[in-house]
């Protein structure tokens, strides 16, 4: 169920530098970039499934654990690499955990923030996926 998608990392002496590019190493064009970071001890997030969204989450610093749920199997995904991403589509119930005190989460989508796009009831995603 995990799409991973990793990414090139442009090093030299100085150190390392990744580029993502709409359509080219991100499969999507990106509308909106949020990031999730000063995450308190034992938080645990998300709890949602979007109806149309596409997002990609790179955990840009540090580490954190996404949980996905395609109402019939459940993975869980340990970010720790800038250089790894998590393709997360449409219909996909997640929630992050485990994330470390560090934890930069870098999340890339494909649409505005829209209320109207979130199912937030686990009963309900699960009637959605029939
Ligand atoms: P929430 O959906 O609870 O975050 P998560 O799914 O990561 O647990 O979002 C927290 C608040 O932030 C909520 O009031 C909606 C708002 N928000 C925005 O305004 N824009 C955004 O892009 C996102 C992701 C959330």
């Not at 955990?59 to 996905?68: A, D, R, Y």
Request: some cysteine; proline content about 2%; charged content about 25%.
């Amino acid at each position: 169920m995990a799409e991973i998608v990793d990414f090139k990392i442009i090093g030299d002496d100085r150190g390392s530098l990744i580029s993502l590019e709409n359509l080219n190493n991100i499969p999507f064009e990106v509308k909106r970039v949020y990031y999730i970071f000063d995450t308190k001890e034992g938080v645990r997030r998300g709890f949602h499934s979007h109806k149309n969204l596409k997002q990609l989450l790179v955990c840009v610093k540090g580490s954190c654990v996404i949980l996905l749920d395609d109402g019939i199997n459940r993975e869980n995904v340990t970010l720790c690499e800038p250089n790894r991403g998590l393709f997360i589509g449409a219909n996909i119930w997640h929630e992050m955990y485990n994330f470390s005190n560090d934890c930069v989460l870098l999340v890339l989508a494909d649409d505005f923030y829209d209320e109207t796009d979130y199912i937030r009831d686990y009963n309900k995603f699960l009637k959605t996926i029939i």
